[in-house]
Nanobody, 124 residues
Framework: QVQLVESGGGLVQAGGSLRLSCVASGRTFSSYTMGWFRQAPGKEREFVATIDRSGGSTYTADSVKGRFAISRDNAKSTVYLQMNSLKPEDTAVYYC?????????????????WGQGTQVTVSS
């Protein structure tokens, strides 16, 4: 079992930045590929970014490429999402997730554990 707790969300003006953190507890963090997803009101959950177990490989959705970056610190059992140049359309609840996989994963159903989410609101 893996428990995930996100933090770092909040209200920010367009063009601003936020860094989300997700701390994992339970099983060995470095055994899991990690991902970030988001869900806006009335929309389906959307893939944002993923990072493999070692942190050597990442993949980011086209909608946030060049603005968002995922990273991890296995010593701290934490995955981060650095979000820059935020836009109102980035407003959503952001979730981190863990997958017992070796490589990066973009499909939500492939993830085994999910956090409760953190709200990000970007004002225009």
């Amino acid at each position: 079992q893996v428990q995930l707790v996100e933090s770092g969300g909040g209200l920010v003006q367009a063009g601003g930045s936020l860094r989300l953190s997700c701390v994992a507890s339970g099983r060995t963090f470095s055994s899991y590929t990690m991902g970030w997803f988001r869900q806006a009101p009335g929309k389906e959950r959307e893939f944002v970014a993923t990072i493999d177990r070692s942190g050597g490989s990442t993949y980011t959705a086209d909608s946030v490429k060049g603005r968002f970056a995922i990273s991890r610190d296995n010593a701290k059992s934490t995955v981060y999402l650095q979000m820059n140049s935020l836009k109102p359309e980035d407003t959503a609840v952001y979730y981190c997730a863990a997958a017992n996989r070796r490589f990066t994963v973009v499909v939500a159903r492939s993830y085994d554990y999910w956090g409760q989410g953190t709200q990000v609101t970007v004002s225009s």
